[in-house]
């Protein structure tokens, strides 16, 4: 079996005829006291790049841990793929999950692993595929994230900042995934990095078809990245839609976003 035989065919190009990835409806998080989200709804398109925004608090991260069963709401309903994610068992909710993949803020790569051992890891838990064409596979994500094969026989400690997000990248990408979910995926990098990281988003996409939910603060992210902006405020999704649409809607929150110089620097 070579590489080639072992990556599914993928659709590219944007968004697919309006077909709905993640659904989610009635969504409520309480935490004590704080209620964060309240009665949310909304729906992410098959093969688009959603940038998720709000200001702190808001609730970004908790909706993505919410969508991906690493938090319990206290009410609603979330589909991925069609499957009511809460009612799946879990043998079927292993099979869903085979089909996204996450990087998350802090990269959360294993510090005691390589970063050939971490792209290697979920294949070693979901899949039954050779050793030596699990290291060819772990390669080929690692140079799919932009990082030279130097790195893969490195630990999580050895390497940059940027460095780590592109290891945390090839592995979200080690079952290739349908659905990518990235979690302040250029915070702490510097513009450089982060325009190239919000380069490589943009062309694993259109490459492979993936739809990506993408958290972020980042203005130059979503100007150069995000076909739609989602924005989170309220408990709810304020305004979504695409992003010149968004930064037309009345709301202060959004107008102070969108209107200090560095939003425009970004739209422009």
């Known amino acids: 079996m070579t590489v080639a035989d072992a990556l599914p065919a993928r659709e590219t190009g944007g968004p697919t005829n309006g077909e709905i990835a993640v659904r989610v409806r009635g969504l409520v998080n309480r935490f004590g ?6 009665d949310l709804d909304l729906d992410m398109r098959k093969g688009e790049v959603l940038g998720v925004i709000g200001g702190s608090g808001t609730g970004k991260s908790v909706l993505l841990r919410s969508i991906v069963g690493l938090h319990t709401p206290n009410a609603g309903e979330i589909e991925v793929f069609g499957q009511k994610i809460t009612t799946l068992s879990r043998a079927e909710r292993i099979k869903v999950e085979r089909r996204w993949g996450v990087m998350f803020q802090d990269g959360a790569l294993f510090s005691t692993l390589t970063v050939r051992e971490n792209v290697m890891a979920p294949m070693v838990e979901h899949t039954r595929i050779p050793a030596p064409l699990m290291r060819e596979l772990a ?6 994230a932009g990082l030279e094969l130097e790195a893969a026989p490195k630990r999580p400690s050895d390497l940059s900042g940027g460095m780590r ?3 945390a990248l090839a592995r979200a990408l080690a079952l290739d995934p349908e659905l990518l979910f990235l979690d302040e995926p250029t915070a702490g990098l510097d513009p450089i990095g982060a325009g190239k990281f919000d ?3 943009r062309s ?27 924005v989170l405020s ?17 709301h202060p929150w959004i107008q102070e976003y969108f209107s200090g110089p560095r939003g425009r620097a970004a739209v422009r």
């Open 33 to 38: 006291p704080k209620t964060v989200h309240e």
């Open 204 to 230: 694993l996409s259109n490459a492979l078809g993936l739809t990506v939910f993408l958290v972020t603060h980042d203005l130059d992210t979503l100007a150069a990245t995000c076909d739609r902006v989602a």
């Open 165 to 167: 997000k592109r290891a």
């Open 199 to 201: 380069e490589l988003v």
């Open 234 to 250: 309220d408990g709810k999704v304020l305004a979504i839609g695409p992003l010149d649409e968004v930064r037309e809607n009345p």
């Open 139 to 144: 390669d080929l994500k690692i140079r799919l």
